[in-house]
């Protein structure tokens, strides 16, 4: 089969490549990937990342072949997958806890821009139980995770802060259901009880002092690559917590939720960027220069 495969000597890290077909485990179904997305995270940007493996984390496409077991869905049905690996490629062998049947309104291509954006920013507002007309900032709010969070955040009863370096995108953001929209925190007007973080750096420190006592921090992302430093008794001061989000686990029913919101217009999934796997080298590089508006969607030719 081809493949998106780690190329230490191209310039973007990646090249196509033909690679063998995955064997799936007696659990996991065989997927034709029709779409999958790029994820910040999952971008080959050092040399740890081994030479000629498959990355990808989100694809979407039909079942190739059920599982041995008998268990999940059938041959021939549409689905959306997570793994850790192997969603850059034409085939992905997934575990059934790893993916959602999707409903017939939601189109492949839509679907792959879920898994991990769509995951991340359910779980860290889950994690962080938001409550009706509490302030919850969203820092890198037009990006994949951001415009998530800002509309789960505003379907929970929040005010919703987004933050994001390019003005062009409030009106965007605003029609997604953030209240303000600001380009820096210095803008803030009122005590945060809530950051979901996607920056780090400078930013993340000048937001710590303009969360509410007892306020949380949860961080899910560091575009910035910048250390954050704050004051000494900051945190102790203000009884700040800042926890992280732990990746993965059984997220075929959280899947399904999102597949669902998606299907039937809760949830606006932001794939404006679409185009052949053929130009992913490009749309990284795109994706890290925060070009990208939502997410950045690929169709396996």
Same mark, same amino acid.
């Given at each position: 089969?081809?493949? =998106? ?18 064997? *799936? ?49 059938? &041959? ?14 034409? =085939?992905?062998?997934?575990? +059934?806890?790893?993916?959602? #049947? ?13 898994? %991990? &954006? ?5 779980? @860290? ?6 409550? *009706?007309?509490?302030? #919850? ?9 951001? +415009? ?5 955040? +505003? =379907? ?6 987004? $933050? ?11 029609? $997604? ?21 996607? %920056? ?34 900051? $945190? %102790?001061?203000?009884? $700040? ?21 998606? @299907? ?19 749309? &990284? ?10 997410? @950045? ?5």
């Amino acid at each position: 089969m081809r493949a =998106l495969v780690v190329d230490h000597s191209a310039p973007s890290r990646l090249t196509m490549a033909t690679v063998p077909d995955p064997e *799936p485990g007696p659990d996991e179904v065989l997927v034709k990937v029709v779409a999958t997305s790029l994820n910040y995270g999952e971008l080959p940007r050092d040399d740890d990342v081994a030479e000629g493996s498959v990355p990808g984390w989100d694809a979407a496409g039909i079942v190739e072949k059920a599982a041995a077991s008998g268990r999940g869905p059938r &041959a021939g049905q549409r689905l959306v997958t997570w793994g850790w690996s192997g969603g850059w490629a034409q =085939l992905r062998a997934v575990s +059934h806890q790893e993916l959602a #049947v999707l409903p017939d309104e939601l189109e492949l291509s839509r679907a792959a821009a879920l898994p %991990v &954006a769509g995951l991340t920013a359910l779980r @860290a507002l889950r994690k962080a139980t938001v409550l *009706p007309g509490q302030r #919850v900032a969203i820092t890198g709010a037009s990006g994949g995770v951001g +415009h998530f969070a800002v509309q789960l955040a +505003h =379907l929970a009863g929040a005010e919703v802060y987004a $933050l994001s370096t390019d003005p062009t995108r409030a009106g965007w953001l605003t029609s $997604l259901g953030a209240d303000h929209v600001l380009t820096h925190p210095g803008q803030l007007d009122s005590p945060l009880d809530l950051v979901l973080d996607n %920056v780090g750096g400078d930013q993340l420190a000048e937001i710590l002092g303009h969360m509410n006592t007892g306020g949380t921090v949860i961080s899910i992302g560091a575009t910035s690559a910048a250390a954050t430093t704050f004051q000494p008794y900051q $945190l %102790v001061q203000a009884s $700040l917590t800042i926890t992280g989000l732990q990746a993965g686990g059984d997220t075929g029913n959280d899947l399904a939720h999102l597949a669902a919101m998606a @299907a039937d217009g809760r949830l606006t999934v932001g794939a404006d960027t679409v185009s052949s796997w053929e130009n992913a080298p490009q749309l &990284a590089a795109d994706l890290i220069a925060r070009r990208i508006r939502g997410k @950045a969607v690929l169709t396996v030719d």
